[in-house]
């Protein structure tokens, strides 16, 4: 068994519950790597939370409360307590208007984590403090760390957990099919195409938790920042704007994408192309996190810590490496995994 804990009981929380819920019905994931641990194997033995709605409560029925918007794919059979988490700056700005502080005493976090192979990061943009806090507390337990928020981690902790064997990887995780990684494979299809692309953007609007705080000025540039720097750097001298620009309630968990896409080819005819994209926002980070859990542990027993490039740059918009292919990140990835998975020749 994996024995995971999760930071911030979400909208991503919740679709991976069921995720593997799913998986443990016997019914299928696309998209899963075959990797030496089964998914069926993972177990969300911790959680942590600092809404009074969440805090207390059985996972299997804090994954739905308020303001969680994911839709009900499959009864999840959880008996484990979310615990209260320290606040730190995740009621900073706009999270005072959606986020109800509990009253209880904030958990030892540290202790709580002895013995789980695996901590995720599901905390919203913006609470840089209590995403290092959790950091700090899964180093101290010998728990490899996934930060799957837009939080800087992997560049400021990444020696920290060199040094002691654990793998930390990071930071802002790339959906399965969401807009950026969309973009960047269109961009890169193009580029294959020999059309040059001069200028490109993307606007995201959806009602959840995470589109709602970009509404402030700062995690709006923060998540733009990120998303700009991926695309463009697969997008050769272009010039690239990407980002949430709107928060609208009643789409839930649901995301529409839009992005332009101009360019020229041949003797400098022009072209444009339009894209309208919608997905179920939450349910995208389910394999990619279901692979992460995999691999992290995986990493944490063959020894292997810090922050991993290969597998950084898969799977996250900011990692300590960002490849000049999404091809070339996919042809890493596994080349490093077939490296971990082969036996050892004793000398």
């Avoid at 695309?231 to 789409?251: K, N």
Wanted: charged share 25%; hydrophobic share 40%.
């Amino acid at each position: 068994m994996i024995k995971v804990a999760i930071f911030g009981v979400g909208n991503v929380a919740s679709a991976l519950l069921q995720g593997l819920e799913w998986i443990k019905q016997g019914k299928n994931l696309p998209g899963l790597l075959d990797l030496p641990y089964s998914p069926a194997e993972i177990e969300i033995v911790k959680a942590f939370d600092i809404d009074k709605r969440k805090v207390g409560k059985k996972l299997s029925e804090a994954i739905f409360m308020k303001p969680n918007v994911v839709n009900k794919y499959v009864e999840v059979n959880s008996d484990v307590i979310v615990e209260r988490g320290p606040t730190l700056d995740g009621l900073d700005g706009s999270l005072m208007n959606i986020i109800e502080e509990s009253e209880e005493k904030p958990a030892d976090v540290e202790s709580e984590l002895k013995g789980v192979d695996v901590s995720i990061s599901l905390l919203p943009a913006g609470t840089q403090k209590a995403n290092e806090y959790y950091a700090e507390a899964s180093l101290s337990a010998n728990t490899a760390f996934i930060n799957a928020s837009p939080a800087e981690i992997v560049i400021n902790y990444s020696n920290k957990f060199a040094e002691r064997k654990i793998p930390l990887l990071g930071d802002d995780l790339l959906s399965q099919i969401g807009g950026t990684i969309l973009h960047t494979g269109i961009v890169e299809f193009l580029k294959n195409r020999g059309v040059k692309v001069t200028r490109t953007y993307q606007i995201d609007i959806a009602g959840t938790t995470e589109t709602y705080v970009t509404l402030e000025d700062w995690r709006k540039d923060l998540k733009k920042g990120i998303k700009s720097n991926f695309i463009a750097s697969h997008a050769d001298d272009a010039e690239v704007v990407a980002g949430t620009s709107d928060y609208v309630e009643f789409l839930g968990d649901r995301r529409v994408s839009y992005m332009v896409i101009e360019g020229y080819y041949s003797f400098g005819v022009p072209f444009r192309i339009d894209i309208s994209f919608k997905t179920q926002d939450a349910p995208n980070a389910v394999v990619p996190l279901i692979d992460l859990i995999r691999i992290a542990k995986f990493a944490k027993d063959k020894g292997i810590g810090g922050a991993i490039p290969q597998i950084c740059g898969y799977y996250f918009k900011r990692p300590p490496k960002i490849y000049s292919s999404l091809d070339e990140a996919k042809n890493e990835l596994m080349k490093f995994l077939k490296m971990m998975t082969e036996p050892r020749l004793d000398r």
